[in-house]
Structure formats: C-alpha cells, structure tokens
C-alpha cells in the first residue's frame, strides 16, 4: 500500500512536471559556457548508486527522490508526510583566459535547484489530488540542504497527504 502510493504519486510528478523540464545534466563537463540538458528522472526512496569504479562517484542529476518522512494511521483516517528531495548539478564553467583555461565556478546552481522545487510546489498546490485519490492536506514546505555538496545543490519539499480508507474485500481474511 505504501509502496503503490509513493509510485503512483511519483510516476504523476514525473510525467506532469519533471519531463517538461529540462535542466544541466551531471553528465557533462561544462566548457565556454556549454553544458547539456536534461529532463530530471525520479526514484523511489533513494538515489541509484554511483559509478563505483570511480573515486568521486557521480550522481544522476537532475533528479528527484520520492520518499516518505513518516506516516499516521488511526480511526479518524489515514496520512503520510511526502518528502520531495531533489538535486541538481552545477558545475561553474571553464573558459580560456589569458593564462590558459580559467575556472569560473559561477555559484548560479541553486537557481536550477530553486526553479525544480517550485514548479513541483505549484504543481502540488494547483493539483491538491495526486494520482486522483492521494489529497494534500498541508502546505507545502520548501527547504534547501544547509549545506551544498557542490557541484550538486540540494532541497526538498514536504507536504501531507491523506491516505483513503482500503475497504475490506472479499479476499481479506486470505491476506492476515
């Protein structure tokens, strides 16, 4: 049940709002100002492992990891805290210069990270009902990484969902 909800609300946000954006993809080393774009993919829980036969594994970025910071059950009904993480990637830019190549390390990445966290917030905020069952039922909170593992920028947003009620079926006293 857990587990359907985060992919179903992850497959919405993947196909209503990240596959429409295009952003610096990590696979790219920026030169004079170049870099490629990417549509952001998503995941479930966390991240796919980095290379590990380099020693500064890579990660996939942009990216979104769908996850859940907790969840309530009770009489009254049902909800759970989704949890939004994203990354994204910028690198500075390398240009020649005078005495050969000059890094710039152009601290304009969290813009990229900014713009991601608020396209899926209005999202969220015009579409209260992902996945046509799952209501947000708080705002919906927007924070960045305190620190940032640069190249990589990072944040989050967090909103509560209600969960509905799963009635009992006929096949339910075959499912204890």
């Given amino acids: 049940m857990t587990r ?4 179903e609300i992850r497959r919405e946000i993947q196909e209503k709002v990240l596959d ?8 790219a080393s920026p030169v004079d100002g170049s870099y490629a774009l990417a549509a952001p993919s998503s ?17 996939p970025a942009p990216a979104v990891v769908v996850t859940m910071a907790k969840r309530s059950q ?25 005495a050969g190549n000059q890094f710039d390390p152009a601290w304009e990445g969290h813009w990229d990270l900014i713009n ?9 905020l015009a579409n209260p009902v992902l996945a046509g069952k ?7 909170e927007t924070q960045l990484a305190q620190e940032q593992p640069w190249p990589y920028w990072c944040g989050a947003i967090q909103f509560e969902v209600s969960i ?3 009635h009992p079926t006929i096949y339910s006293d075959f499912m204890t």
């Fill in 74 to 98: 009770g009489q009254e009904g049902s909800s759970a805290e989704i949890l939004l993480q994203a990354v994204t990637y910028g690198p500075g830019i390398t240009a020649p210069g005078a």
């Fill in 4 to 7: 359907t909800m985060l992919e």
């Fill in 164 to 166: 509905p009620d799963y």
């Fill in 116 to 124: 991601l966290l608020d396209a899926m917030a209005q999202y969220i």
């Fill in 134 to 140: 799952y209501e947000a039922i708080s705002p919906v």
């Fill in 43 to 59: 995941y479930l829980i966390d991240l796919p492992p980095g290379r590990a036969d380099q020693p500064d594994p890579e990660l």
């Fill in 20 to 27: 429409k954006l295009r952003l610096r993809a990590s696979s």
